[in-house]
T-cell receptor, first 111, second 116 residues
Framework: RKEVEQDPGPFNVPEGATVAFNCTYS??????FFWYRQDCRKEPKLLMS???SGNEDGRFTAQLNRASQYISLLIRDSKLSDSATYLC????????????FGTGTQLKVEL | GAVVSQHPSRVICKSGTSVKIECRSL??????MFWYRQFPKQSLMLMAT?????????EQGVEKDKFLINHASLTLSTLTVTSAHPEDSSFYIC????????????FGEGSRLTVL
């Protein structure tokens, strides 16, 4: 079983749609959680950290369910520029140094 | 903001040669840097943790004699792929944490290695 599992997609959605990505992780000792965005052939960039209480940053909302070892990302009013691969990332350390990446979920936002 | 730079961004070499990739933190000091590898359609996999002034810590299954890491200063870590073979062709990415600033982890732009 992979340490971090994601549906690879692709998710093809029209502009303005709401789309949700899910992720599960296998190690219950994981301490910190993130969503990264990776554009084709580029480095990953931090989208947002994920907190137990859930958190929102503009059109993006992240949720964490420790009991189910499940993380989600919701994107509202999707834009063409949101097209990318979204990486679910966990770390065993609170500081989030050594990261374990999922394979990513590809999103394509279309006109 | 803080930036991590990698060089070269792309390198093509012949089988059996060695390739050095540099990772620099441009405006902060990083006592620890991380080296990842990403094969096509696969996730980033941590290869090793580079520690300034001491030996790198390698993840299970990563050959330390093949992937030489040197972290000689607080702003520079290098990864040398020795005697490269086609199966070493991959996207190598480093990261470093701005411990003195926001604490955010920044990634380099990545280095795409193709071994012929």
């Amino acid at each position: 079983r992979k340490e971090v599992e994601q549906d690879p997609g692709p998710f093809n959605v029209p502009e303005g749609a709401t789309v949700a990505f899910n992720c599960t992780y296998s190690n219950s000792a994981s301490q910190s959680f993130f969503w990264y965005r990776q554009d084709c052939r580029k480095e990953p960039k931090l989208l947002m950290s994920v907190y137990s209480s859930g958190n929102e940053d503009g059109r993006f909302t992240a949720q964490l369910n420790r009991a189910s070892q499940y993380i989600s990302l919701l994107i509202r009013d999707s834009k063409l520029s949101d097209s990318a691969t979204y990486l679910c990332v966990v770390s065993l350390t609170g500081g989030g140094n050594k990261l374990t990446f999922g394979t990513g979920t590809q999103l394509k936002v279309e006109l | 903001g803080a930036v991590v730079s990698q060089h070269p961004s792309r390198v093509i070499c012949k089988s059996g040669t060695s390739v050095k990739i540099e990772c620099r933190s441009l405006d902060f000091q990083a006592t620890t840097m991380f080296w990842y590898r990403q094969f096509p359609k696969q996730s980033l996999m941590l290869m090793a943790t580079s520690n300034e002034g001491s030996k790198a810590t390698y993840e299970q299954g990563v050959e330390k004699d093949k992937f030489l890491i040197n972290h000689a200063s607080l702003t520079l870590s290098t990864l040398t792929v020795t005697s490269a073979h086609p199966e070493d062709s991959s996207f190598y990415i480093c990261s470093a944490r701005d411990g003195g600033g926001t604490g955010e982890l920044f990634f380099g732009e990545g280095s795409r290695l193709t071994v012929l």
